[in-house]
T-cell receptor, first 114, second 117 residues
Framework: DQQVKQNSPSLSVQEGRISILNCDYTNSMFDYFLWYKKYPAEGPTFLISISSIKDKNEDGRFTVFLNKSAKHLSLHIVPSQPGDSAVYFCAANKVSGNTGKLIFGQGTTLQVKP | EAEVAQSPRYKITEKSQAVAFWCDPISGHATLYWYRQILGQGPELLVQFQDESVVDDSQLPKDRFSAERLKGVDSTLKIQPAELGDSAMYLC???????????????FGPGTRLTVL
C-alpha cells in the first residue's frame, strides 16, 4: 500500500526550461507535503513544503502546487539549471499530537542538460 | 554548518553476521530518525526517537534489528543476523521537534551503504 507515488522515474529537460515533477497521494488526511532533493553520495535535503490548506507555495525558482481534489501535487522549477540535476522525493506528513511521520515517494531523477 | 554524521559510509558483510551503524545528530536536535532506502525507492522510516525514548518503531523488524539512543544524543542501529534483503542505504536524520512538518525540518546524514553477500 503505497500512499505516496511518483510515477515518473526520470525526467530530462533543457537548461532554462521548466521542470515539472509530479506526485500523487492516497490519504486525504495528510497535513503537509514536502519536497526533498538528493545528490549522489549525500543525504536528502529539504527543498520546499506546502500545507494541506494551501494550493501554492513559491520559493525563488521553486513552486509547489497542491490539487487536493485530485490528490496530486507538483514541483515546478523555473528556470532549470544543470545544478538542479538530482533525485527529487515527494513526502507527505501526518501530524498526530506533536508527532509526525514522513512517507516518501519513490523519487524522480531530474537531468538538466546544458 | 552543522551536519548529521554517520559511520561507516560503506559496509560489506556476509549474511548471518552482525552489523552496526552509528549516527551523531545535529547538536540540540531532540528527535532522531533511522530510515532505510532500498535502491529505486524512497526512504522508509524504521525508528524515531524523541530524546532517548522510542516514539515509533512500527516498521522496525524487531527480530533482527535494534536501535538505541541511550543518552539522548548519538544513536546506534544494529542488525543481527544480516540477511541478503537488508542490502540498502541506511539514513539517519535529526530535527528539533517531532512533528515531521516544515517547522521541524529533518536534516539527513550521508547514509551508510550496506551490502550483504
Amino acid at each position: 500500500d503505497q500512499q505516496v507515488k511518483q510515477n515518473s522515474p526520470s525526467l530530462s529537460v533543457q537548461e532554462g526550461r521548466i521542470s515539472i515533477l509530479n506526485c500523487d497521494y492516497t490519504n486525504s488526511m495528510f497535513d503537509y507535503f514536502l519536497w526533498y532533493k538528493k545528490y549522489p553520495a549525500e543525504g536528502p535535503t529539504f527543498l520546499i513544503s506546502i500545507s494541506s490548506i494551501k494550493d501554492k507555495n513559491e520559493d525563488g525558482r521553486f513552486t509547489v502546487f497542491l490539487n487536493k481534489s485530485a490528490k496530486h501535487l507538483s514541483l515546478h522549477i523555473v528556470p532549470s539549471q544543470p545544478g538542479d540535476s538530482a533525485v527529487y522525493f515527494c513526502a507527505a506528513n501526518k501530524v498526530s499530537g506533536n508527532t509526525g511521520k514522513l512517507i516518501f515517494g519513490q523519487g524522480t531523477t531530474l537531468q538538466v542538460k546544458p | 554548518e552543522a551536519e548529521v554524521a554517520q559511520s561507516p559510509r560503506y559496509k560489506i558483510t556476509e549474511k548471518s553476521q552482525a552489523v552496526a551503524f552509528w549516527c551523531d545528530p545535529i547538536s540540540g536536535h531532540a528527535t532522531l530518525y533511522w530510515y532505510r532506502q532500498i535502491l529505486g525507492q524512497g526512504p522508509e522510516l524504521l525508528v524515531q526517537f524523541q530524546d532517548e525514548s522510542v516514539v515509533d518503531d512500527s516498521q522496525l523488524p524487531k527480530d533482527r534489528f535494534s536501535a538505541e539512543r541511550l543518552k539522548g544524543v548519538d544513536s546506534t542501529l544494529k542488525i543481527q543476523p544480516a540477511e541478503l534483503g537488508d542490502s540498502a542505504m541506511y539514513l539517519c536524520a535529526s530535527s528539533l521537534g517531532s512533528s515531521g512538518g516544515p517547522y521541524d525540518t529533518q536534516y539527513f546524514g550521508p547514509g551508510t551503504r550496506l551490502t550483504v553477500l
